[in-house]
């Protein structure tokens, strides 16, 4: 088991468990079966009922081909256009509940999804599907984030996602009808903020890592410029943090 520490926005470390190289595999392989499958109703209905060949015979050579690509560019785009639309997911990594992230805290974007996809040429299909993966594995197993060359130029990794999800990994928390908030400007914070803040929080106050609760309550105080803070204690004031932002931005 990998643990694959990110550094976040609020320059803190979060550590995740990388996915190993047996889920990145069975995910490949299930993607894999779906591309198969795609490819065999394509070819059933490109040639049996559509009797493609018929259309094409007056074509030259490439113009069959431009028509024959055209069919399969699902199959082309396939991790591309899926990781992109299911937030770094294609439907194997679903399934495996493993996701691409960037290793620098911020979410992954087009650009990294398409070299992600780019690399595929080199690292997973060089030798073709059925031995292409070897590239991509020794570049994984070589490497202390289980990257392949495509998540090395991306600056990306596959985590797991295995943990099941309440409201303690999310950026809501229990406030009472009742509760009154201390610092109005929280509200400066984005939920991408308060999500990084929280993650952050409850790691670090489960392994007693007072040095990052110092960081975070620095870095809270810089961003929304926090002139007097009433708690004395780091944990306290990160938890009161917390709750207003969460009071004010559910009140909106």
Known sequence: MVELQINTTQNVNINFTAASIGERILAFVIDWIIKIAYSIVVYQILFKLLNIEAFTA?????????????????????????????????????????????????????????????????????????????????????????????????????????????????????????????YPSVIKLSDNDARIIKDTFVIAKRSKDYQTLIKLRQKIIEVTQIKENQENNDIEFIDTILKDYNYYTQSM
């Open 58 to 182: 007056g074509m030259d050579r490439w113009s069959e081909i431009a028509i024959y690509v055209m069919f399969y560019l699902p199959v082309i785009f396939y991790s591309l256009v899926f990781e992109t639309l299911l937030d770094g997911q294609t439907p194997g990594k679903r399934i495996l509940r493993i996701k691409v992230v960037k290793i620098d805290g911020y979410q992954a974007s087009l650009a990294d999804f398409v070299m992600r996809w780019f690399f595929r040429l080199i690292d997973l299909n060089l030798f073709g599907p059925l031995f292409g993966p070897i590239v991509a594995i020794i570049a994984i197993i070589s490497n202390t984030k289980n990257q392949r060359l495509g998540d090395m130029a991306a600056g990306t990794s596959v985590i797991a996602l295995k943990n099941k999800i309440n409201i303690s990994h999310t950026i809501l928390e229990d406030i009472a009808d009742t509760y009154v908030p201390t």
